[in-house]
């Protein structure tokens, strides 16, 4: 078979089945950006390429995909981060005018080259740890213009770098001091104006929502999913992060691509979220920084047979990560996840929160996203902490 490229003395952690899917004596080879073969080398077919890649032994993983960040943001909050450090609480400090709408005052103040300037650095450490796929939220503009300037300054990501980027418009993200006292007023503005515009402009692949108590009512959220579904949009919902309304339920019954923190979710909502497919994305990060106490109920969701997805929820008020490798680190310290369940939180189910069903594993007809590292196997990705073992990246076969 002739191809591109092949990769070959590699030992692969091919994420295909329930597992890691580990082949020792492996090889890939790709042709026009798209995996033709990934396996074993004894069981592959004759393969010829003029570029032949002699991996050494070292592991390859998919490309690593984070689904859930607001990597693009005017501002940063580390002066919020000294008041929660002087006892304030997060939630406190979102209601007395800081927080989100902090965040958005200097993401209204950035026009989108500058937006997309101060994305890039972050970016570009999750690309350095092999992020080849990253979802990013608009949600800190809270207005018409400064939504779409978001969503545009998202995309615009993907011509500065080698990287995918999907997007999701997350208007319905906190109440903007325009709308004080009337939320309704305000999402129905959402979904009669921007959300059709943002729709009509291409610019978005999902919609989102904050459903919480300093967020957005149930009822609320619902508006937002049944616009989504009139522009052809999947849905997604920050749920019970800080308290349970019943938000990965009314998720699941949306057909939600995923329900994300989670801390505060019960069997009602697992059912529901099995019933219909929908991942859980958990987010470490965010537990760790807001110090939350309470754990997601991971053995249910396991019982259930719910995906989980790890992401770094990449945001300047509850998770100023950008390290994925870190993420499985806490994915299994703090919520006790299983080696092959962070690695699958990363690759596999993180591309079904998105709805991608092109990546996420190593097999034939999957997009040629890698990620080769330096390891003697596939457990210290998830062990070490502020280390990165990346030897090369790939994108699309390059
Ligand atoms: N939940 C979060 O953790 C982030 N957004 C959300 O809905 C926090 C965003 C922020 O504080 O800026
Ligand atoms: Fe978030």
Not at 121 to 126: K, N, Q, T, Y
Not at 133 to 139: A, F, L, N
Not at 347 to 359: F, Q, V
């Amino acid at each position: 078979m002739r191809c591109d490229t092949i990769w070959k003395d590699a030992r692969l952690a091919t994420m295909v089945g329930d597992g890691i899917g580990v082949v020792e004596r492996g090889i890939i080879a790709a042709s026009d950006g798209k995996i033709v073969y990934a396996g074993a080398v004894d069981d592959a077919p004759g393969l010829d390429a003029p570029r032949v890649v002699d991996c050494e032994g070292r592991w390859i993983t998919p490309g690593l995909i984070d689904c859930h960040t607001h990597l693009i943001h005017g501002g940063d909050r580390a002066a919020e981060f000294e008041m929660r450090l002087d006892g304030a609480s997060y939630e406190q400090i979102a209601r007395t005018g800081g927080g989100i709408v902090s965040t958005m005052r200097a993401t209204r103040a950035a026009n989108e080259a500058e937006l997309v300037a101060s994305a890039l650095p972050r970016l570009d450490a999750l690309i350095a740890e092999g992020v080849t796929t990253v979802e990013v939220k608009s949600g800190y503009g809270l207005d018409r213009e400064t939504e779409i300037c978001m969503l545009r300054a998202a995309r615009r990501l993907s011509s500065e770098r080698p990287v995918s980027v999907a997007t999701t418009f997350l208007g319905a993200h906190a109440l903007p001091p325009e709308y004080a006292g009337d939320a309704d007023a305000y999402v129905t503005m959402l979904c009669d104006e921007v959300l059709p515009e943002i729709a009509a402009l291409g610019l978005a692949d999902a919609v989102d929502a904050f459903c919480e108590g300093i967020g957005f009512t149930p009822p609320q959220t619902e508006r937002m999913f049944s616009a989504a579904a009139r522009h052809g949009l999947p849905v997604k919902l920050h749920a019970e992060q800080l308290s349970n309304l019943h938000g990965a339920a009314l998720a699941a019954h949306h057909g939600a691509l995923s329900a994300d923190h989670l801390e505060f979710l019960d069997e009602t909502g697992i059912a529901a979220m099995a019933a219909s497919g929908t991942v859980a994305t958990l987010l470490p990060g965010a537990y760790y920084f807001v110090r939350e106490t309470r754990l997601p109920p991971i053995e249910a969701l396991r019982a259930a047979g719910v995906p989980i997805a790890l992401a770094t929820d990449c945001n300047p008020g509850t998770s100023p990560l950008t390290s994925l490798l870190l993420v499985m680190n806490m994915g299994a310290t703090l919520f006790r996840l299983t080696v092959a369940e962070c690695l699958a939180g990363v690759t596999r189910n993180a591309a079904r929160a998105l709805g991608l069903a092109d990546r996420g594993t190593l097999e034939a007809g999957k997009r040629c996203d890698l990620a080769i590292w330096d390891v003697e196997r596939p457990a210290e990705l998830v062990y070490r902490m502020g280390f990165n073992p990346l030897h090369a990246r790939i994108w699309s076969g390059q």
